[in-house]
């Protein structure tokens, strides 16, 4: 069945909490997120402390500290005492839902994968990184804080370990050229999704509790007929999942783990196979990077984003081709949350999107269209209009930017650019009942497939992956993976 399009014009009236009543819903009805899904990073660290910057472990009973950056901010800058990770195998474990045993492979099941086209962004983090002594020893700000010479990322926890990729005992494994066991049970965590070539999407996903990695894609080219989750294999601790098809069309796939590294993978569509998932250079030794995104500019060069200690860096790719190198790190200085996106105006300047430690949308936008121009300073993106949000996303392919983000209570908001440029307000997007409360979401299109196709995907409360397509501007119907 078709919905009308969405539109983005006069929102209806506002449905939101005061500050207090978020902590209080938060605190009676965490076991609704933790029990069935963990905690993005801003909701962890909400959950924690907004005051003194503490990120709450997604496991939501204790309320510990996955990663604990804050610190009461006694010695100017912090110390390394005041960015005490708490206890070494909790950090490491990145915080456990005490969820039972992962599940089995299915014996026999699997597809051959069509090999070209792309992946997602989005997802979850428990990770949790928010909060630490601003310069002055103040209280933490919530904002991944800076510590020791002015505007320099704070150091990373140092007892905060992720298991060596070769160390993994793999839930299942795939054949690179495109064999995919199929998943009997996938618990989703992260989520993204990217459009294809031609049309068509692909959705990737990490698995909770596990260091399990789960690929989907459509069968048609317009987001409709999806396959089932499939074995990607390994990572450690996975968390948020980001990507993008490069410049050749091939896609490129990125995830962060529980203590802030972040492993990459990609497909050689000449070849065709994927490579394995290998570590990322950091812009750091210290970096402790809490979510991914990657956008392509104007040139079709790859552009891509790590949030990083209260820091955004960006390196961009020498050429629009799978093998082109990828340049040295960027700083843009302070001033992004936990939580970040990267889409393209109507103009061709590239937006950055972050959620702050309270869940307040901030962005930041190129100050002109010309090749890698300076990003300017960040500023409230319609605070006063939402909820507190947990997540945030926006395809980079549009024509003209489309942002979805997800509130606390885990229903959708939108805001759109019109085409002369202007942002309308934040609405609820509710033309259409959510099949569950939403923890995580991701959002792409397919600009050259028939019909101009764009797919919501998300992750519910249940743990389940859902998906929403719109075909020349009609919505269709959710469904589950």
Not at 243 to 269: E, K, M
Request: charge should be negative; aromatic fraction near 8%; glycine fraction near 14%.
């Amino acid at each position: 069945m078709g919905h009308t399009s969405h539109s983005c014009g006069k929102p209806p009236p506002v449905r939101f909490l005061s500050w207090p009543s978020v902590m209080s819903l938060v605190a009676l009805n965490c076991h609704n997120f933790n029990d069935g899904a963990r905690l993005p990073g801003v909701a962890g660290a909400l959950v924690g402390s907004p005051s003194s910057g503490q990120s709450g472990d997604s496991s939501g009973a204790s309320g510990g500290s996955t990663i604990d950056a804050g610190g009461d901010g006694n010695a100017a800058g912090g110390s390394v005492e005041s960015n005490d990770s708490g206890p070494e195998t909790g950090a490491a474990e990145g915080g456990s839902s005490g969820r039972g045993e992962p599940s089995n492979v299915s014996e026999g099941g699997h597809r051959q994968q069509p090999m070209s086209g792309p992946s997602g962004m989005g997802g979850t983090d428990d990770a949790g990184m928010s909060g630490s002594k601003d310069v002055n020893g103040g209280n933490g700000a919530g904002e991944g804080g800076l510590g020791g010479e002015a505007n320099a990322p704070a150091a990373g926890p140092p007892s905060c370990r992720d298991p060596e990729l070769d160390s993994l005992v793999p839930e299942c494994f795939s054949n690179p050229t495109g064999y995919f066991p199929s998943l009997e049970v996938v618990r989703a965590l992260g989520i993204g999704i990217s459009g294809g070539q031609e049309g068509g999407f692909y959705v990737f996903t990490s698995k909770a509790d596990t260091n399990t990695m789960a690929i989907d894609w459509t069968s048609d080219n317009y987001g409709l007929e999806w396959g089932g989750l499939d074995c990607f294999d390994a990572v450690p601790n996975p968390q948020r999942v980001a990507a993008a098809r490069f410049g050749s069309a091939d896609p490129q796939v990125y995830a962060t783990t529980a203590c802030g590294q972040v492993y990459a993978r990609r497909l050689f569509g000449y070849a065709p196979a994927w490579s394995g998932w290998s570590p990322l250079d950091l812009p750091a030794p210290s970096s402790v990077v809490t979510d991914v995104a990657v956008c392509l500019n104007r040139d079709g060069l790859s552009q891509l984003y790590v949030a990083d200690r209260g820091h955004v860096f960006v390196r961009s790719q020498a050429a629009a081709t799978t093998t082109a190198p990828y340049g040295d790190w960027q700083d843009l200085g302070p001033g992004a949350g936990p939580i970040i996106a990267a889409a393209n105006l109507a103009d061709g300047r590239q937006q950055l999107l972050s959620l702050d430690a309270q869940g307040h949308p901030r962005a930041t936008e190129q100050s002109s269209d010309e090749v890698n121009p300076e990003f300017g300073s960040w500023h409230d993106f319609g605070s006063a209009d939402v909820p507190s949000l947990l997540d945030i996303d926006a395809p980079y392919a549009n024509p003209t930017l489309e942002v979805f983000a997800i509130d606390w209570t885990g229903e959708l908001w939108i805001r759109c650019e019109d085409t002369d440029g202007t942002l309308t307000p934040w609405q609820l997007w509710s033309d259409a009942e959510q099949p569950a409360r939403f923890v995580a979401l991701a959002v792409a299109s397919a600009p050259d497939g028939p019909g101009t196709p764009l797919v919501v995907a998300a992750v519910g409360e249940d743990e389940g992956v859902y998906v929403r397509a719109r075909i020349y501007d009609l919505w269709r119907d959710w469904q589950r993976l």
